[in-house]
């Protein structure tokens, strides 16, 4: 695979009960496209994502960006460079344009307006942000990411809980930004949501890659593991 930006060797992440969340696990991620985590519910997959910009840091292995070890960077450097959405967005009290303003307290009112119409929320800078939807706190979250103009962004099942219609909004704006050239990597348990969004996909099963690839090769040709969490749909 050509262009890896995220390398993970032999990592090794433990609880504070001593159990490993991640064992031993090899991956790679490319730095092109969305990348889409998917596995079982609790098998690793927002350690991983965690770990890829150092709001987790391994117990053993290595982890790097672009080639360089992480524990070399800035943490808070590599989160402007490598943002982050959640499950759940934050709306913090103010504006939207305020909520905004805490990734760049500097962020003139061109540039706020300019983030939020990219999402979708054009004329929305004045608005409270406690009162928008929840798919609305979602793309305000989003645009508050981009803030900082990342390299890449890390999503974590962002829509999990959202509506179909505006869950289908922030997949598409996924899609629009890795066009435009901001990939990202996605995790999700839904696997229509799977399919619909990775270009590469890394299938993560009890701490482990079971399998990683263009998504049309790991599906093609799956394990029985692989073939067992996708025959298992995302029953959660
Ligand atoms: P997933 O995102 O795939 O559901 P996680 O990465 O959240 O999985 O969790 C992997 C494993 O680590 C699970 O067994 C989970 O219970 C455990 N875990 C997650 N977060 C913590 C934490 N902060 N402290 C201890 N154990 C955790
Ligand atoms: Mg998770």
Known sequence: MDGVLFELSEVTVRGPDGRERISGMDAR??????????????????????????????????????????????????????????????????SVADNLRIADPGAGEARVAAMLERVGLGGFADRRAAELSGGETQRMALARALLTDPEYVLFDEPTSSLDPSAARSIERLAAQLAEDGTPSCWVTHDLGQM???????????????????????????????VASFLAGGDEE
């Open 29 to 94: 991620i490319p730095d092109h496209g969305i990348t889409v985590l998917a596995g079982p519910s609790g098998s690793g997959k927002s350690t991983m994502l965690r770990l890829c910009n150092r709001l987790e840091v391994p117990g053993a292995g290595r982890v790097s960006y672009r080639g360089a070890p992480m524990e070399d960077m800035d943490p808070l450097e590599l989160r402007r460079r490598v943002a982050m959405v959640f499950q759940r967005p934050t709306a913090l009290p103010g």
């Open 195 to 225: 399919r619909r969004l990775a270009h590469h996909l890394v299938v993560v099963v009890g701490g482990r890659v079971a399998q990683q690839g263009h998504l049309d090769d790991v599906l093609r040709s799956r394990s029985a593991e």
